[in-house]
């Protein structure tokens, strides 16, 4: 009975390093567009307005990123496990909206905090679709 339970202990914890690996913030940056470097590195990508601009413009080529690379995972699953993976993304979608709202305080944080808020969307949807890439984890 040890060696089953110790058995099913290595297994869940193999599943869940595998479910739960983290993007880095290299794979993230490698995933801008240079659009959005040349957008930040202008000027008007110097102030608050300007950089949450170059962040909403390139937040929208993300997320056409994110919603192909789910198309995508999507076209090989069975009936559950596209139930499954839908029900996940709902999840993870409220949850990068909140997590980043949660940022967006400029009352107590300045408006350094709407940057901030906006990067981590932006971020978060890069991430996500790298995960969706590598859907099912091996």
């Known amino acids: 009975m040890r060696a089953w339970a ?9 599943g869940a390093g595998a479910a739960s690996a983290q993007v880095s913030a290299q794979q993230i940056q490698a ?29 929208k080529v993300q997320d056409q990123k994110l919603n192909a690379a789910y198309r995508k995972a999507l076209a090989d699953l069975t009936p559950d496990e596209t139930a499954r993976l839908k029900a996940a993304q709902r999840a993870w979608i409220a949850f990068r909206d909140a997590d980043c709202t949660a940022l967006d305080d400029p009352q107590q ?20 679709t790298i ?3 590598n859907f099912p984890p091996n």
Do not use: F, H
């Not at 110790?6 to 193999?14: D, H, Q, R, Y």
């Not at 969307?121 to 991430?127: C, N, P, Q, V």
């Open 6 to 14: 110790a058995a099913l202990t290595v297994a869940l914890a193999a």
């Open 31 to 59: 995933r801008y567009t240079p659009a959005y470097g040349k957008c930040m590195a202008t000027p008007e990508g110097q102030s608050t307005v300007g950089m949450i601009d170059c962040m909403t413009t390139e937040l």
């Open 109 to 128: 944080w300045g408006t350094q905090s709407r940057v901030n808020a906006n990067q981590c969307m932006l971020d978060r949807t890069i991430a996500r």
């Open 131 to 133: 995960e969706l890439e």
